[in-house]
């Protein structure tokens, strides 16, 4: 198993920060189950399907394995697998902080505007884990509805904690009714 | 020779040889002439019938039914302008005198006519196509009298005239109007349609409207009914009187249009009379008549019913917002009630039980009950002070009725859930007080809740009447195995109740008094021991006591409720206890502690406690004496507090909470048995299906059932299809 210290040490070689977002990616390739964590399986396996044999030609990989995050499809896969990857073994839901640390970082990749307000909405509202199928459907969220929400349709089957979103940012004044952002980037 | 006069041997028709004379004919016209004079001059009876037909046979016979035929048309019309001339010379109300006797004069002298030119009339006349005797005789009246410039006009003026004079209150003479009038009918019925009907029709909308403009700014709702009623019913006695009668569906439409359908918004929104006002004063004759008159026009009794349903909505929503009624929760729903009655009556005799307006009654109830979200405890309370009270005394008939009517008041209720969980408490209360009035009416109104919502409705509660019997002879076994060992301890009345057909109460603590406790803790022992591995709780809160004190001289024999007698029994061993005292030795909580000790110690003629200081309120610093001064005039004293009451705030909110709880594993079961037999829905028709399926109970609230839809998601029961995230999938 490497544990987290080997993993930083891998990092040093590769010449990458630990919080860099290509671990993830990399973890994915690699089928991992936990974050900070590979088992021997896992890491070999995982660069046996990436062909990679060296640390040379594992650190010259790293800029394309990391653009892999521009590819819709691939970025979707890399976002639901996240899930499973970063909560605690052996409990369903994700705990809140992880969940927004991960968000943080995986919509830097992928701009989404609502990101920090939806974050604070969490903290304020909700304080508890977030589900899988939450997890996974705020991305859908994301991709297709309107930042300002000109296209949010209520009976869209959304889950309820997305719905409630809606609701704090309507209530907020950040959306308007008209669907005019205000307050979004600081500028309208 | 004689063979060739043989070929050309011919059979002729044979002939009558009978000299025409070249005036034969014309002299045989001329007696015709001659007598169709007579007949017209009223001297027929000269003639002989037999020479005249044979003289027109013969006419006919030579060939000359044409002069004939075209002798009688000039003859006729000649003599037809001459009565045309002594009808328009004739004055005033001669004319139509005059008219009527020519008229009849005519057809008798076009009878005679014809008879004498039958012969004509069924060869010549059918073989050349013309027009028989008696309907020429008919085409000549119409062409030389009726359609005359200076009769036509004045004919049709003067029978309008008429029925306008009539239709002023004016006697007119009606047997001529008819004969008139069969005239017209028998010259065609486009003659009667065009000389009479179509203008009499268009003066009568003149006519109407006028009187509809008159009355509606003169008279209020119920008179103008009144006018439009008599109106329609005179002009239907018209035609039967004067008119044909396929003119009654005309005329009537002309009437229903002018002064109804015109004024109807106008008469059913009027103010002070209208229709509003007709029910509220329970105007049965008017709302009849209304009734009667607004079915024959388009959309009349739709407008009633649109009308009634505003007012309804609008007297019922009043009820249930108003504060001052709710507060008598038995009070509001007599009111409910009275409202139905009152309504029912007004579409029993005025409405003529009319589905439609039935349906609207029933829609405006269902509407206005659920607006006030506490009418199923209302409604529970009211058949709870029946139940306690009212039905004392009350025959078995009326005893159905009033529980007939509680239940069409409950089929109203969107959350009969929540009814049920009311009905389940104050069930309790007058089972374990044993305050019920009649046994049987219990069971009759759980059997009428058993037929409306099935089996598991109802289940609970006859399990709580089972206790109760089973209780009774627990209680029997109890004292003939014990009896010897209790003694003249305390007489016990134990009633056990099974957990799960009881409402749920939280369990208090309380010390009981130690002769409670010994003969308590005996019973324990007693029935463990007949039923192994059950577990009993003592529920302190649900209890009462009937306790003997004798204060100064008097005895008295108090009844109290379980709290009350352990803090009654401390002053056996004390007096002068302090608040914090009884706290400590009765371990009762503060609020239930509070209210008890102002049941004993603040309600007049009941004070069997003297409080210090004298406030209303129970302070914590008070101290308490036994009030050795108490009198009351009866021997018996009821102190106990197990009354079924409206709940106070909190005690809602915590019941509508637990109702809240209740229903999220029903939804979830519903959510379940749909996806099974679907695998794959919708979330809007999911959501649509588990309402349906629920409805008899209550009303879903769809954020509640998505938010157990997504609960289900977790759990692994459904999953979100990979391409249309709207679908889900049930996972088996």
């Known amino acids: 198993m490497i544990m987290a210290d080997g993993i930083s040490n891998l990092c040093n070689d590769l010449q990458v920060d630990p919080q860099d ?58 976002y639901n697998f996240a899930f499973g990857w970063a ?11 992880t969940a927004i640390g991960m968000w943080q970082l995986l919509f830097e990749e992928k701009q989404w505007p609502l990101v920090e307000h939806w974050c604070q909405f969490l903290q304020a509202r909700h304080n508890k884990a977030i589900s899988r199928d939450t997890w996974s459907q705020l991305l859908e969220f994301a991709r297709s509805v309107d930042p300002t929400l000109s ?38 | 020779m004689s063979s060739q006069k043989k070929r050309n041997f011919q059979i002729e028709a044979f002939k009558h040889r009978v000299v ?38 013969n006419m006919v016979l030579h060939k000359f039914g044409e002069k004939l035929y075209s002798g009688l048309v000039s003859t006729m019309t000649s003599h037809l302008k001459e009565i045309a001339l002594s009808i328009e010379a004739s004055q005033g109300a001669l004319f139509l005198e005059e008219l009527d006797r020519k008229w009849t004069e005519h057809n008798k002298a076009l009878q005679m006519i014809r008879d004498i030119l039958m012969y004509m009339d069924r060869t010549f006349i059918p073989s050349t196509h013309r027009t028989p005797v008696h309907e020429l005789g008919l085409n000549l009246w119409r062409d030389n009298i009726v359609h005359t410039v200076k009769i036509q006009v004045r004919l049709k003026d003067t029978l309008l005239e008429l029925v306008q004079k009539e239709r002023g209150g004016e006697v007119i003479n009606r047997g001529l109007m008819r004969n008139i009038v069969k005239m017209l009918m028998d010259l065609g019925s486009s003659v009667y349609q065009e000389d009479f009907e179509k203008p009499f029709l268009a003066v009568s909308a003149d006519f109407y409207r006028g009187e509809s403009q008159l009355f509606i700014e003169s008279c209020d709702c119920g008179n103008y009914l009144k006018k439009a009623e008599k109106r ?155 139940l306690r009270k009212g039905l004392k005394g009350v025959s078995e008939e009326d005893v159905e009725i009033v529980l007939d009517k509680v239940m069409m008041l409950f089929r109203y209720l969107q959350e009969k859930d929540v009814f049920e969980k009311y009905y389940k408490q104050h069930l309790a209360k007058r089972l374990l007080s044993a305050k019920s009035v009649s046994e049987d009416a219990e069971r009759s109104l759980i059997l009428k809740l058993k037929t409306e919502c099935g089996y598991q409705f109802t289940s609970k509660l006859e399990g709580m009447f089972t206790d109760m019997k089973t209780s009774d002879d627990t209680m029997q076994g109890f004292y003939a195995a014990m009896g010897h060992e209790l003694g003249d301890g305390p007489a016990l009345a134990v009633h056990v109740l099974t957990t799960g057909s009881w409402p749920t109460q939280s369990t208090t603590t309380c010390n009981l008094p130690p002769e409670i406790l010994t003969v308590c803790n005996k019973f324990k022992t007693y029935y463990l021991g007949t039923h192994s591995g059950r577990r009993l709780t003592w529920q302190t ?18 009844n109290v409720s379980t709290y009350q007698m352990c803090v009654l029994m401390l002053f056996n061993n004390g007096d002068g206890l302090s608040y914090r005292e009884v706290e400590q030795a009765t371990e009762i909580p503060t609020s239930d502690l509070k209210r008890c000790l102002q049941s004993l110690a603040c309600a007049k003629g009941k004070n069997v406690l003297r409080k210090e200081p ?51 594993p029903q939804i979830e ?64």
């Open chain 1, 21 to 78: 977002i290509v671990m993830l990616v990399v973890s994915w390739h690699m089928k991992a189950a936990t974050m900070c964590e590979f088992s021997k399986q896992e890491f070999v396996g995982g660069l046996q399907s990436l062909g990679i044999d060296s640390l040379e030609k594992f650190r010259d990989r790293i800029p394309s394995i990391r653009s892999e995050l521009k590819d819709d499809q691939k970025f979707k896969e890399i």
């Open chain 2, 669 to 732: 079961a519903a959510i379940v048995r749909i996806m099974k037999a679907r695998r794959v829905l919708d979330h809007n028709n999911i959501v649509a299906e588990v309402t349906k399926q629920l409805q008899t109970r209550f009303l879903p609230n769809p954020v509640v059932i998505k938010k157990r839809i997504e609960s289900l998601i977790e759990r692994e029961f459904l999953e979100r299809d990979k391409d249309d995230r709207k679908l889900y999938r049930y996972l088996a």
């Open chain 2, 541 to 558: 809160n649900m209890g009462s006591a009937d306790i003997k004190a004798t204060f100064g001289r008097a005895k008295h024999e108090l």
């Open chain 2, 20 to 57: 025409v004379d070249p005036k034969y004919a014309e002299k045989t016209w001329k007696i015709l002439e001659h007598a169709i004079h007579e007949i017209y001059n009223h001297n027929a009876s000269g003639l002989s019938f037999e020479e005249l037909y044979r003289n027109a046979y």
């Open chain 2, 614 to 664: 004298m406030s209303k309120d129970i302070g914590e610093d008070d101290t308490f004496f036994f009030n050795d001064k108490f009198s009351s005039k009866f021997y018996k004293v009821k102190i106990g507090t197990v009354v079924a009451q409206k709940e106070s705030e909190p005690e809602k909110q915590e019941t509508r909470q637990r109702v809240e709880e209740d229903r999220k």
């Open chain 1, 87 to 97: 909560k605690e073994k052996g409990q369903k839901s994700l705990a809140l902080d």
């Open chain 1, 151 to 188: 296209n949010y349709d209520a009976e869209g089957a959304w889950p309820y904690l997305l719905d409630e979103f809606v609701e704090y940012l309507k209530e907020n004044g950040i959306i308007q009714q008209k669907g005019r952002v205000l307050d979004l980037l600081g500028h309208i």
């Open chain 2, 232 to 386: 329609l019913n005179e002009e239907i006695e018209r035609v039967a009187h004067y008119l044909d009668a396929r003119s009654e569906v005309k005329i009537t439409n002309v009437v229903e249009k002018e002064m109804i359908e015109s004024q109807m918004t106008r008469l059913v929104q009027m103010e002070n009379s209208g229709l509003v006002n007709m029910l509220v004063d329970d105007k049965y004759e008017d709302l009849g008549r209304m009734y009667n008159l607004f079915r024959r026009v388009p959309n009349g009794l739709t407008s009633i019913r649109d009308v009634m349903t505003v007012h309804l909505r609008e007297t019922g929503r009043h009820l249930v917002s108003d504060g001052e009624r709710l507060k008598d929760p038995v009070d509001f729903v007599q009111r409910l009630l009275h409202i139905k009655d009152k309504h029912d009556k007004i579409i029993n005799l005025a409405f003529n039980n009319d589905k439609m307006f039935q349906n609207a009654l029933n829609s405006s109830f269902e509407y206005f009950i659920n607006l006030n979200t506490r009418s199923p405890e209302f409604i529970s309370l009211f058949v709870d002070d029946k």
